[in-house]
């Protein structure tokens, strides 16, 4: 609780963009795996993009070329950009952070795509 905090969501109109930043309390590196989750009213969370700390990472393949996961690790920090919004894309955004412990999750941020 409180490991994760979320900020830069909102309302952007279609082909706009938005990037969206998730805090951590402590170091990254004591998580293996990091990404982003998204829940649209009336549907399932999924996985949007993940990364490890290696920099390796992942996409969920309607936001591949759109979205583009990356991190600082000096600032404790992973970021999701997306270009080319879509408004299938709005949602709640969660970050997400795996560790031995678990996973950690993120109040979530909300995006909404509209014109």
């Known amino acids: 609780q409180g490991q994760l905090a979320e900020s830069g969501g909102g309302l952007v109109q279609p082909g706009g963009f938005l990037r969206l930043s998730c805090a951590a309390s402590?170091?990254?590196?004591?998580?293996?795996?990091m990404g982003w989750y998204r829940q649209a009213p009336g549907k399932q969370r999924e996985l949007v993009a993940d990364?490890?700390?290696?920099?390796?990472?992942n996409y969920a393949d309607s936001v591949k070329g759109r979205f583009t996961i990356s991190r600082d690790n000096a600032k404790n920090t992973v970021y999701l950009q997306m270009n080319s919004l879509k408004p299938e894309d709005t949602a709640v955004y969660y970050c997400?952070?795996?560790?031995?412990?678990?996973?950690?999750w993120g109040q979530g941020t909300q995006v909404t795509v509209s014109s």
């Open positions: 997400m952070a795996g560790n031995i412990a678990g996973l950690a």
């Open positions: 402590r170091s990254i590196f004591s998580f293996y795996i």
């Open positions: 990364i490890t700390p290696g920099g390796s990472t």
